[in-house]
């Protein structure tokens, strides 16, 4: 099964310990049987109402796929860590799962693209 999970992390965070937790959730997963397709860091966000006194949060998508048992102890541990302040996690169905690989591919288009005009710049 494919699925999107949103987590959103306290903003009182540094950038190592932003990265920190975003790899032990995918640790999660792969420790599971999942494997990760794709992470983004959305950074750092305002949050449309204020959870725990805090107005803005660092926010993540992770795309894996998995057994739905492994998507119940992903969320058990964004459960017991306290950086974490809300999540998602949502199974895609097939329009859904198309949908996010022709915008990852999308991105990645631009990415190259980006990295082709900047060395060619450099010349």
Do not use: C
Not at 31 to 50: C, F, H, Q, S
Not at 61 to 85: G, S
Not at 97 to 122: F, H, S
């Amino acid at each position: 099964m494919h699925y999107e999970t949103v987590f959103i992390l306290t903003p009182v965070l540094s950038d190592v310990q932003m990265k920190e937790a975003v790899e032990k959730f995918s640790k999660v997963i792969t420790d599971n049987g999942g494997t990760v397709v794709n992470t983004e860091e959305w950074g750092l966000r305002k949050l449309a109402y204020p959870i725990a006194k805090k107005s803005t949060g660092f926010y993540t998508l992770i795309e894996f796929d998995a057994d739905p048992k492994n998507v119940r102890k992903l969320e058990t541990a964004y459960r017991r860590d306290e950086r974490v302040i809300r999540f998602l996690t949502f199974r895609l169905d097939k329009y859904a799962a198309e949908y996010a690989a022709k915008r990852r591919a999308l991105k990645g288009a631009k990415k190259v693209e980006t990295e082709v005009t900047v060395e060619a710049k450099e010349d």
